[in-house]
């Protein structure tokens, strides 16, 4: 497939390549000038985390796809906002993710060296928990089964090292030092550059009415335009439930609290001298990230912390109440008190993203019931998935064209709760 012109990524920002901004307009610009057609070998449904990858993915593979997004691309309605993600490999979560993870580093490296932009900062990542912890159990078995480094530090050697914290001495501390975080919105603008520059048509605020399947293909109907392929892909976030009613049972979205707060001493918390973190505290997981520099990063700009647990339900994403509550802002208030105590002076920025839980937490990647080989899914990522977009997307491409993966998915099937 004839690969198109669209610009020069490189330009902009030595620290990262272009701002968010920068590449935002530019990855608009060339979605305009670009015509579309009525008949694709696939399309994908959702162009957020991992509907940008799996467009990038099937369009490097020289395959006629369309990516149709109802929202902006990027959006913060979903779960690819704010600024920040953390990747790491020692997988407290479960030991079957890490293939996809090391395959996930490869890939994210090999899209800055496509792209001449950064989208990943090895910042180490610190884990701190309770003894007896099952998480930094699965952590340390990740490790060690996967020979991924990973530091024991003792209590003494934990405060010299961060003293930013106030850690109880019966913690256990554990740093991944290949860990850090990846910039969300650049990565979707740059996959998806990327994926227009192979050939990919990619339309966004065109939401889907209704699709289904037909004379060996399927169909998809937009308010503009009804659109045929051989092939669909679903990776629609909270809104999977609407458009896959079979899985919808296995699938709760929740609102999930972010904030950005000003500590004490902005330059002890800065980018290059503290690390993403984890820390488990009475069962619940909160994490943070470093202060990222103005400019390239795009907003909101402080501290980032967040509690990993599902919150609120909401029945409709397009209804969902995304204002802060007071009640999710004093959690995180309180953390910082008792766990970072020259964290916190005040509030500066709160918003809202949407998690999609299955019922174990873990995603659902697998051909979807009923449609032989012809729909392909991704859902229920449950506020751990951004770190994996770029090698779902490869796995996406594979089951959609190949009909198989090589990756280790198994465990990730549709058909695991029907047991």
Known sequence: MERRELGNSTSGNASGGQTVAELYAQVHESMENVSAGLSYDVIVIGVGSMGASACYHLAKRGCRVLGLEQHDIPHELGSHAGQSRIIRKAYGEAIGYVPLLERAYENWRTLESETGSRVYYETGLTYFGPPGSSFLQTVRESAEKHQIPLEHLSPEACRRKYPQFDIPAHFECLVEPEAGLLTPE???????????????????????????????????RTPRKTYRAGKLVI????????LLP??????????????????????????????????????????????????????????KLALHHPGEVVTDPDTADRGPRKAE??????????????????????????????????????????????????????GHGFKFASVIGEVLADLALEGATPFPIDFLSADRFDS
């Not at 996959?191 to 065109?206: P, Y």
């Not at 990776?235 to 609407?242: C, I, K, L, R, V």
């Not at 503290?274 to 990063?297: A, Q």
Request: aromatic share 12%; hydrophobic share 40%.
């Open 186 to 220: 650049r990565s979707i603008l740059l996959l998806v550059q990327e994926a227009l520059k192979h050939g990919a048509d990619i339309h966004c605020g065109e939401p889907v009415v209704e699709w289904g399947c037909q004379d060996g293909g399927v169909t998809v």
């Open 235 to 242: 990776t629609a976030g909270a809104w999977a439930p609407h």
């Open 329 to 382: 802002e004093q959690v995180l208030i309180e953390f910082l008190e008792k766990f970072l105590p020259k964290g916190y002076v005040r509030t500066l920025e709160m918003k809202t993203c949407l998690y999609t839980n299955t019922p174990d937490g873990h995603f659902v990647v697998d051909y979807l019931k009923g449609y032989g080989k012809d729909v392909v899914v991704a859902a229920g990522f449950s």
């Open 246 to 303: 079979a899985l919808t049972p296995r699938l709760q979205v929740t609102r999930q609290a972010l904030a950005w707060v000003q500590p004490e001493d902005w330059e002890r918390f800065t980018l290059g001298t503290f690390p993403c973190w984890h820390l488990e505290h009475k069962g619940y997981h909160f994490y943070g990230f470093p202060i990222m520099p103005d400019g390239t990063f795009g907003g909101p700009h402080g501290l």
